[in-house]
């Protein structure tokens, strides 16, 4: 399962790529960025849930637990950004491929929709149904 999902994500990635380069941001302004997608992250939390109906006949349930979970949503966004060398120490970083955020995020979501029953069947949420 590791191995696909590896590979779903370079899948999204390479198809987010927009062919241009931009200055990789430095540790200062990277740090700001994780900030604005913990906030994000918390907001979606708060106003996204009537989407799960369509997948747990309890999304108050599935609510509540990820709710008490979002220190781990927080500490998994930073994590991220420490240890996949996102940033450099400098404010004139080297040029590396632009993405586009909003395509990357919206495949991943094509993806994991397409393959929702296949992560229902293998219980990675059937508790929750």
């Known amino acids: 399962m590791y191995n696909l999902l590896t590979d779903a994500a370079m899948e999204v990635l390479a198809d987010a790529n927009l062919g241009v380069k ?3 941001c430095s540790c200062s302004e990277d ?3 994780v900030k604005v997608m913990q906030d994000q992250a918390k907001d979606c939390a708060d106003h996204c849930w009537n989407k799960f109906s369509e997948i747990t006949k309890n999304p108050q349930q599935l609510y509540t637990c990820v709710s008490t979970k979002m220190p781990v949503v927080s500490n998994f966004i930073r994590c991220m950004s420490t ?3 996102s940033c450099v120490n400098s404010p004139t970083g080297p040029m590396i491929p632009k993405v586009d955020l909003r395509k990357m995020f919206d495949t ?5 929709l397409a393959s929702r029953a296949e ?3 293998k219980g ?3 508790s929750m149904k």
Do not use: T, W
């Open 22 to 24: 931009v200055r990789q």
């Open 31 to 33: 740090e700001d960025c």
């Open 108 to 112: 991943g979501e094509q993806k994991l």
């Open 119 to 121: 992560i229902l069947s």
């Open 124 to 126: 990675l949420i059937s």
């Open 83 to 85: 240890h996949i060398k």
